[in-house]
């Protein structure tokens, strides 16, 4: 440093002064409503108060209303609002019409420590340390004075209509009901409330000031404490710190500051501080907030690296398996000892009511509340927690479980599943005996195998394919048949099906008066056709016309949700001629195979469990083979976006880059552009944006 010396040659030593005649008194005021060069120093200030202790100020200032830029009418309007037409000694505005106007603060920083306001004078500079930096914004109180006038003046007009003849009040009786003793938690967030912080605010008393303007004596003279009082050489010391010590003195190092954390309530959840926990705990207490969730959602909520093989031991000890997802154990939200809040209920009663509903949910989608209030016979209000706890209410059709059949868990983890199958079993004869009921009344009509009513995925698609061949094949034998009986022209019959039989595949038009899809087209099936009992697709298999509108509408978007399918498919149909539909009839499950009969596939996104978005919005499908060398792009982006419903641009890029090596610019904004949506920096899959 010492050869640096002439380059960087000292100007000038200043000597620094800390003043601390005002360290506790001296606030900086900022206007942050205000343009800089329209200060307040002219006006005329009518009052201000100050409370100490919360560093709040309020200053009261005149308003000129005899600029041009004053409206009287509005000025007067408010005056009536607030004040009325009386004349009292407390009004607002005394002269009939709004001449001023409060400014209330806030606190711009809690922590003023490295703030001070200086001073320099004659080769000197003096330092004061703030007590407070307060912003100064308009208060509108009085629109709550006017607010409460009108409601006091409505409420004497209702008490004056009261007739003198009205008979006196009948004694009531009074119940008297003593308060429990105020738990630790429950003082904490009483503490915390907003009522609690709002009293205490209150309690201090404001303090009058006296104002003086920017030019007057007293002005001046308080501005002298802004320099240093006992300037004395002989007290000055010099420097004589290395400049290592020096530059810790400035800037010390960070101390971990102990933080007392207040209690908050139970079911809110901090990740920070859920992921310092051990994974079983994590698990625990992401299951008692979640109640039922899939098993990639869980792996999405814990922290990156955890293994799936310790997540599925810890699972099983806090929640049981129904159709695929997890669902949180009885005992562990009514633990031993505890009660209903709603009914007082004790928890084994309740652990076992909560049971049976399980139980029913692992053999049916949806259940009806009063046939499962008239079984465990608990009170109405705890029936309505343990279904709100895992399903939805559908019109109609009772209350539908939350979450959709996770099969790919099932395939997955087959022995997991035997395992939960077995526990289920055990649970089903405790039920058995002390609701005095036998499986079989409860089983789903036209099914046998309770795995049998919930089928998608893979398994659709092989079903949809097997019965396409099948019914092709019959069709051309009965066709060839034909033709060597009659030698002509050919009329096919239609013959009596057999009970295992599939119903030929309904490509007619339907009736000229019919226009468009019916009502029940795609959500249902018309002429009250229903679907088998295991859940499947109906009997009809999806038509060539079909095939090539779902084919060409994935041309266009790679990816599309459920929803946003069947959108276009009733677009669709608008532009057709009236009464010349091809398709015929199609369901929902019809228009699903043909989207997995087209080249395309699902893609299990983990959807947070508080999602808002709808089951269909929540099916994602995307375009899997098209001959190019970019499917590569597509498959790896699908497979992300199974592990994460959101994505960062440069996570996506590195893992393409990693697997099929440099990506290019043009690459990664035609996957954008194809396949995903941009929201708060961050990727989704198409039509899954959150609102």
Aim: hydrophobic fraction near 35%; charge should be neutral.
């Amino acid at each position: 440093m010492a050869s640096g010396d002439d380059d960087d040659p000292i100007i000038e030593e200043i000597d620094v002064y800390l003043a601390k005649s005002l360290a506790e008194k001296l606030y900086l005021l900022q206007y942050p409503v205000r343009p800089s060069n329209m200060t307040y120093d002219d006006v005329n200030l009518l009052a201000a108060k100050i409370k100490p202790k919360q560093q709040r100020v309020e200053l009261q200032m005149s308003m000129d209303t005899n600029s041009p830029n004053y409206c009287r009418s509005k000025g007067e309007q408010i005056a009536l609002n607030v004040d009325g037409r009386g004349y009292e000694e407390n009004n607002t505005y005394s002269v009939k019409m709004m001449d001023n106007q409060t400014f209330s603060s806030i606190q711009a920083t809690t922590s003023t420590s490295r703030y001070a306001a200086a001073i320099f004078r004659k080769g000197e500079l003096h330092i004061t340390p703030l007590a407070g930096i307060l912003q100064m914004r308009p208060s509108f109180a009085y629109l709550d004075k006017a607010d409460s006038k009108t409601k006091e003046r409505e409420a004497g007009n209702e008490g004056g209509d009261s007739s003198q003849d009205e008979a006196e009040d009948e004694a009531k009786a009074i119940s008297v009901r003593f308060s429990r003793p105020e738990t630790e938690q429950a003082r904490q967030r009483r503490i915390q409330s907003y009522d609690f912080l709002q009293k205490k605010q209150a309690e201090e008393p404001w303090i009058h000031l006296q104002y003086h303007s920017l030019r007057d004596s007293r002005s001046e003279h308080e501005r002298q404490y802004l320099f240093c009082q006992h300037v004395d050489s002989s007290d000055n010391s010099e420097l004589v710190k290395t400049p290592k010590e020096y530059l810790s003195m400035l800037m010390p190092p960070l101390a971990e500051e102990k933080v007392i954390k207040p209690v908050g309530p139970s079911n809110v959840l901090s990740m920070a501080q859920l992921r310092t926990l051990p994974i079983g705990e994590q698990i625990k207490t992401l299951m008692k907030n979640v109640k039922v969730i899939q098993f990639a959602s869980l792996m999405g909520l814990l922290a990156s690296g955890t293994d799936a093989t310790a997540v599925l031991r810890c699972i099983q000890q806090v929640a049981l398996l129904v159709q695929g997802n997890w669902v949180v154990k009885s005992d562990i939200l009514y633990p031993k000892n505890s009660c209903s809040p709603h009914s007082g209920v004790p928890a084994d009663v309740l652990c076992r009511g909560r049971d049976f509903v399980m139980w029913r949910f692992t053999l049916e989608r949806s259940l009806m509340r009063k046939e499962i209030t008239a079984m465990i016979k608990l009170p109405p209000e705890d029936v309505k927690d343990f279904l709100e706890q895992v399903a939805v209410p559908r019109v109609n059709r009772g209350w539908e479980f939350l979450l959709p059949a996770d099969v790919e868990f099932v395939k997955r983890h087959a022995d997991v599943a035997q395992r939960q199958q077995m526990l289920w079993l055990g649970i089903q004869s405790k039920l058995e005996k002390v609701f005095k009921f036998s499986k079989d009344d409860f089983m789903p009509k036209n099914s046998q195998l309770p795995e049998a009513v919930h089928i998608s995925g893979t398994q659709r698609l092989k079903m949809a394919q097997d019965r396409a061949q099948e019914k092709q094949a019959s069709l051309q034998k009965d066709l060839h048949a034909k033709k060597a009986s009659s030698g002509g022209g050919v009329r096919v019959k239609k013959e009596p099906l057999s009970d295992g039989e599939a119903e030929p595949m309904d490509t007619s038009a339907p009736p000229p008066s019919s226009s468009g899809l019916t009502n029940g087209s795609l959500n249902g099936y018309p002429g009250g056709q229903r679907a088998n009992g295991n859940g499947g697709s109906p009997a009809n298999a999806p038509s060539p016309p079909l095939l090539d509108f779902v084919s060409a509408t994935f041309g266009k978007n790679p990816v599309l949700t459920f929803n946003e399918l069947k959108r276009l498919f009733s677009l669709h149909l608008a532009t057709m001629p009236a009464g010349h539909i091809p398709f015929g009839p199609v369901s929902d499950h019809m228009l699903q195979d043909a989207v997995l009969l087209s080249r395309c596939r699902q893609i299990v996104v983990p959807f947070p469990a508080l999602t808002s978005a709808s089951a269909d919005q929540q099916k994602v499908f995307g375009l899997w083979e098209t001959g190019e060398d970019f499917d590569k792009h597509r498959h790896m982006l699908f497979e992300m976006f199974t592990k994460n419903y959101r994505l960062k641009r440069s996570t996506v890029q590195a893992r393409l880059s990693e697997e099929l090596g440099e990506v290019s610019k043009a690459d990664m904004d035609r996957l954008h552009k194809e396949c995903c949506s941009s929201h708060g920096g961050m990727w989704y899959l198409k039509g899954t944006v959150p609102s």
